[in-house]
């Protein structure tokens, strides 16, 4: 159960929650900046100590060869006492100092471990890089670390020339600046190393990157050189291990050496985060013991609440008739809770007195529908309730009852008149009556106004049906008649066309015969056609024979020649007479296929008129049907009528 203690009580505890959860991350971020800052600030000054290691150690060691050029400038032209003079500086150097040699424009090469050379010897001090460079900046300088090939180790060579004779030189390792570095440097989270311009390591925690070039460095220095610092001007990368490192710089002189000091990434949060787990613990135990103490001293104060509650939830189950009327609550104190219970009492007296009256007037109201269900529309309630609504709700239904009584009166009487045929009779409408019961009385008037209208209606419909009918059966009679008329008609041109139709095919038969004596014709054409080719050869052959008797033949070639003029022009017209017996063939085909056509087109005008003569006798028979039916119309026309006219309306 949600009590209103547990609420309350439940709300402090989120806000202190609220409120030490704020307080501690508020203090830890404050931790954490501090923290960065601090260890930032360290990583700083770790490098300046570093920077100040880097500068001693360059400047002691510019410094001896400074000494050693101002020394070895005063010898003579052939440098005597040089050897004297390298090993007396050499053995007065540190132990980072491997070798002190000097080399001179002649090629001569002078070493402080007396291995001296010259040109002739293999060795030319001349085109070594370390005499270049002293030679180029005409001052003390040094060289970029590189591998000693007699140490084993990083060196840095220290150059200075002398006047302008010759260069002095020192081999210097930077193994004890790496540790000394690394000493300054080296801490639980952190180490600094030393990389030139390029990222190429020269100082280094592990040997095996030293002198190396270096993909991560090569991007960190760039990234220098860009600016890309976060808040804390730091450059967050990952080094060859894969692992997140913070990345803080110090340059270290004029050739872009850089000093950085890798921080792991969780340096800022390793150091803080003891003291946030304080916190919270602290925190949890103090809202523990407030939230108890909050809850203890809530539960003791709003205790009177429940029974309270107990008795306001029994007032209810009485008003709401699930219950008897309920005791009244026992004051026990004198604040907000004892005044709320006096007014809870004197609330719980007016609320049964006030229900007593309400059930009694519910009860007559009972009573009055009972006999309204009855019929008996007469009834009244008597009784005053208590609730002012439900008084109103009295007079309204006294109201209701009294007009509900006299409407449905007056609707009976209505409704009487129209069981006896008069439609005329209405219902007097109250100015008052609104809605539903004014709906109804007006749909009673309106119901008689209809029926009145209705009637009216039929009787006019009814006449003009009867008029209508007496027309219907004379245009009726009239169709009977033409309808017989035309089927009479149809079968006189169902004979002609049928006479029409044999006519036709007798013309076609005489056409037939015409066209196969057309065929004979030609036959005997052909006939003479080769009698007067047989002639005209005969001809041909006796005029051969006349002209071989000579003399005695040309009365025979005579007769001979007008025998072959004969057959000539008997096939001339023999090739008349075929043209026109051809072109007499053509026209009487053309004849026939047109006689053939009409025979169809009449055979098929045939076909249609004894469709059309039976159709026309069926139509006869509908027409007689139709009079039959238009007779009963007129008969039924006439009987509304009758009915009609007996009602008042």
Known sequence: MKSITNKIALMLIVALCISFVAMSAASYYTAQNKTTELVTQTQRQILKDVKNAMDTFFNNNLHIVNSMSSILSKLDENHNGIDAILAQAKSMSNKEVGLVYAGYNDGAMYRSNGKNETPKDGYDPRARD?????????????????????????????????????????????????????????????????????????IHPDKDLVGKDNPTTSKLVAR???????????????????????????????????????????VFTTNTMPLLKIQLILAVLFIVILSAFVYFLL??????????????????????????????????????????SKAINENIDKVVAGIKKDSTMIDELNKVANLMIKGNLGAKIGSTPNN?????????????????????????????????????????????????????????????????TMLNSNLNDAKMLEEKAT????????????ASTQAN????????????????????????????????????????????????????????????????????AVVADEVRKLAERTQKSLGEIEANTNVLAQSINEMSESIKEQSE?????????????????????????????????????????????????
């Open 130 to 202: 370390w005499y270049k460079l002293a030679k180029e900046k005409n001052n003390i300088t040094f060289t970029d670390p590189y591998v000693s090939a007699s140490l084993k180790q990083m060196v840095i060579s220290f150059v200075a020339p002398i006047k302008d004779i010759g260069v002095t030189a020192t081999n210097v390792s930077i193994e004890e600046l790496s540790k000394e570095i690394m000493s300054i440097s080296k801490t639980d989270y952190s180490y600094a190393y030393v990389v030139d311009k390029d990222g190429k390591i020269i």
């Open 224 to 266: 220098y050189k860009n600016k890309e610092f976060n808040e804390n001007g730091l450059i967050a990368y990952k080094n060859t291990k894969g692992e997140d490192r913070y990345a803080d710089f110090i340059e270290l002189n004029d050739r872009g050496w850089l000093a950085i000091s890798a921080m792991q990434k969780d």
């Open 299 to 340: 539960k003791k104060s709003l205790n009177p609440i429940k029974t309270i509650q107990s008795k306001l939830d029994d007032l209810f189950k009485f008003v709401t008739y699930e219950a008897k009327a309920p005791s009244k609550l026992e004051v026990r104190s004198n604040d907000e809770f004892g005044e709320m």
């Open 388 to 452: 002012p609504s439900l008084n109103e709700l009295k007079e309204l239904l006294n109201k209701f009852f009294t007009s509900i009584s006299a409407n449905l009166k007056g609707i009976t009487n209505v409704l009487s008149s129209y069981t006896k045929n008069d439609f005329t009779a209405k219902v007097e409408i109250n100015e008052e009556l609104e809605a539903d019961l004014k709906a109804m009385i007006l749909g009673v008037s309106n119901m008689g106004e209809v029926i009145c």
């Open 489 to 556: 008609s149809l079968q006189e041109s169902a004979a002609a066309v049928e006479q029409m139709s044999s006519s036709m095919n007798a013309i076609s038969q005489k056409t037939a015969d015409v066209i196969r004596q057309s065929d004979e014709i030609k036959n005997i054409i052909t006939i003479i056609r080769d009698i007067a080719d047989q002639t005209n050869l005969l001809a041909l052959n006796a005029a051969i024979e006349a002209a071989r008797a000579g003399e005695h033949g040309r009365g025979f």
């Open 601 to 649: 087109g009449i055979n098929m005008i045939n076909q249609s008129v004894a469709q059309i003569d039976h159709l026309t006798k069926e139509n006869v028979v509908i027409a007689n049907r139709a009079n039959e039916v238009t007779s009963d119309v007129d008969n039924m026309a006439k009987t509304i009528v009758s009915e009609v006219r007996k009602n008042k309306f």
């Open 471 to 482: 027309t219907l059966a004379s245009a009726m009679k009239e169709l009977t008649q033409g």
